[in-house]
């Protein structure tokens, strides 16, 4: 299951324009973030609080400076009459620079360095913090661009680790730098060699670039105006480019979900379900004079509007298709995340379709990854819901994606079997006998193997396929509890890192849950052998 991934560049060609310059900041040499950073990690934040405070808080400031609380009137109008507005604006220039110092003494200490191995960051000023991350352990890479880091054009550069609070976030840099460093630790991890990669950059170069300055050049004024436009052409461009890079990705999505779509899949769910019980017994509670229900709930009413917005505009614009360096997933309006997850970091994959969802066919994927990237996912739902709502097709498009090795006709069969079969079919399935702990979904409840994974059924209400990549597999359970030991059935759990997936097969017969057991823990020992997935650049 280490196909080249469908609709990307090939690998191994000249570099962009973008991943030449940031070549230059994986040198091993320590670099400085974007100078706006101060800023952007809190520093705007900070002064409108200030401002608020100060606003709030200027009579009583004033009066314990003039030492007069009683003087009435404004307090500027106070400062005036004594003739203090030099030392007012002199302490108003004061903390400005103290606010401007601590926010360049933070920028100055906070610094990073990309070797041929890891990604490092020190930061803090008083107490110091080195956190590092092994180029062989990362499980993703994800760009985000908040609103107001856009309009500086500036990026979050979010290194997804394996491990236990192991991610390292470079916030902020410049948005171009933050895409080509985002290639350059990709091609690093993926087992290219140095000498490979600077023979690229070296043919790349060969052109050279024209020699000498052009003759007549404008004037400083004409030079400043065509900075600003300049400036400004970027920004705009930036807010309108597509979230997948046409440099590294295809330039149309695999996946196109229509907004009417999203907002359907977000009045179908489980929290829509909840409000609507929530408002009819508001409504009981105000008809039999208990107003008091209608004052507690009315906040918590509107906020479910927020609610809704915040998961419709997270997943608008939403993209996905395949680099030679991973699936490239992208989202959002006016805050972006672009997220890259490379081949062999996938552990565990679940096709799900909650019962409201039924009769407009739709499905959504998730997907177990060894690291979680601290930024929201589509539909503002954790990173891992790849694909947060689609119809079959879409489906098949994404795990052809995920999945490379299941993108044959066969196992496409497979699939469609395992998301709306109703059993009694070439899956192996439970017993009639487990219909006395599975009355509705035995005849669903099964699995089959193909060639380096094993694929899981269940669920009546809420069907679910899970897709186990048995290279990735951690562990292996075999469970029979006493009322399974009566009725002669059995439960395997098969281990991977944490995250929404679960893959577990209850209500097996128990012979089969052996040979289950048996196949699947010498299938995964085979696999685990011979993949290099996680080293796919040098079979590429």
Not at 218 to 223: D, E, L, Q, V
Not at 254 to 260: A, T
Request: proline share 6%.
């Amino acid at each position: 299951m280490t196909e080249p991934l469908p609709g990307g560049p090939l690998p191994g060609g000249p570099l962009s324009a973008v991943e030449r310059s940031a070549e230059r900041f994986t040198d091993g040499e320590w670099h400085r973030l974007h100078p706006a950073t101060p800023l952007l990690r809190g520093g705007i934040v900070f002064i409108a609080v200030l401002g608020f405070v100060l606003s709030n808080l200027r009579e009583r400031l004033v009066g314990f400076f003039v030492g007069a609380p009683d003087y009435g009137g404004d307090p500027l109008d106070e400062i005036y009459n004594r003739g203090w507005e030099g030392w007012a604006l002199l302490g108003v220039a004061v903390v400005l620079i103290l606010c401007l110092g601590a926010f360049y003494l933070s920028w100055r200490m906070h610094t990073f360095r990309i070797t041929g191995d890891t990604v490092e960051v020190r930061s803090g000023i008083l107490f110091r913090t080195q956190r590092k991350a092994r180029l062989d352990r990362i499980q993703g890479i994800n760009v985000v661009r908040p609103l107001i880091a856009r309009l500086f054009g500036a990026a979050k550069l979010d290194i997804t680790a394996a491990g236990h609070d192991a991610n390292l976030q470079l916030a902020y840099l410049g948005s171009s730098l933050a895409d080509g460093l985002r290639s350059d630790v990709l091609r690093l991890a993926s087992g290219v060699r140095a000498a490979e990669a600077q023979a690229r950059a070296d043919e790349s170069a060969g052109a050279g670039a024209p020699d000498g300055a052009p003759v007549g050049a404008p004037g400083a004024a004409a030079s400043r105006t065509a900075a600003v436009g300049d400036l400004v052409n970027r920004r705009v461009n930036e807010f309108l480019a597509p979230e997948l890079d046409p440099n590294a990705a295809p330039p149309e999505s695999v996946v196109k979900i229509p907004p009417l779509r999203l907002l359907g899949s977000l009045l179908m769910s489980g929290f829509t379900v909840f409000v609507v019980v929530v408002v009819a017994l508001t409504a009981i509670g105000a008809a039999t004079g208990w107003l008091w229900l209608a004052l507690i709930v009315l906040p918590g009413l509107i906020g479910s509007a927020s609610f809704y917005i915040n998961r419709l505009t997270k997943s608008l614009r939403y993209s996905i298709a395949g680099t030679p360096d991973g699936v490239r997933v992208g989202f959002g309006l006016l805050s972006t995340s672009n997220e890259t997850l490379p081949p062999g970091r996938i552990h565990a994959v679940q096709v799900l379709q909650p019962l409201l969802w039924r009769p407009f066919g739709w499905w959504q994927i998730r997907i177990n990854t060894a690291g979680h990237s601290r930024e929201k996912g589509a539909a503002g739902q954790a990173n891992t819901t790849t694909l947060p709502v689609g119809d079959a097709t879409d489906v098949e498009r994404v795990l052809a994606l995920i999945l490379p090795g299941l993108a044959t006709e066969e196992h496409r069969d497979l699939i469609r079997s395992g998301m709306t079969s109703r059993g009694r079919d070439d899956w192996t399935s439970s017993p009639r006998r487990a219909a006395w702990l599975r009355p509705l979904s035995w005849q669903r409840t099964g699995y089959t193997s193909v060639d380096g994974a094993v694929l899981l059924r269940h669920g009546f209400v809420w069907r679910q396929l899970v897709i186990v990549p048995l290279a990735r597999l951690q562990s292996l359970k075999l469970e029979q509890g006493p009322i399974d030991r009566l009725l002669g059935l059995a439960e395997v759990d098969f281990h991977t890192v944490s995250g929404p997936v679960h893959p577990r097969l209850a209500a097996m017969d128990a012979t089969e849950g052996i040979r289950l057991f048996e196949r699947a823990s010498a299938d995964a020992i085979a696999a685990g052998r011979s993949d290099r997935s996680h080293r796919w650049g040098e079979s590429a």
